[in-house]
């Protein structure tokens, strides 16, 4: 025989938006178990089954905000450093600046003009950089 189907009206389902999603709106147990987002398109549910009680029921997510991808503080570079082959350090705001600026001493003296190469990040820490003639500065 089927099981009974619970009728989910509309008090239970405001009872259970209000907790949260905490509670099976069911029979109010905290026993409830996710599965995994499903998402297509624009909508993106889950299903949940009490364990108490076995009902089940789908929880449905609206996208609320947007934000942009936050690098950790440590992974922000502040700062690039060259170090010419006379012991001069300058500094540069961004890889691009650096590099150009290494390509035009190259291109003047005729070999590599650079000691030292490195980057800070935001926290002072210092990374060693190897100059690759792409003209990108890789970690070394
Ligand atoms: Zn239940």
Known sequence: M???????????????????GSKCPF??????EGGHMEVDGTTTWQEVTCLKC?????DIYQLS????VAPAKDEKIAKF?????NGDTHE???ETAAVEAILDDFAEAGDNPVDEVWCENADGHKIMLG???????TPI
């Open 54 to 58: 076995d009902e089940s029921w789908q």
């Open 131 to 137: 100059v690759n003639w792409k003209a990108t500065l």
């Open 65 to 68: 905000d947007v934000e942009p």
């Open 81 to 85: 450093f060259v170090m010419d082959s």
């Open 27 to 32: 029979c109010g147990s905290d026993e409830i």
């Open 92 to 94: 540069y705001k961004t």
């Open 2 to 20: 089927a099981k009974k189907q619970t009728i989910l009206t509309f008090q239970r389902k405001a009872q259970y938006l209000a907790d949260g």
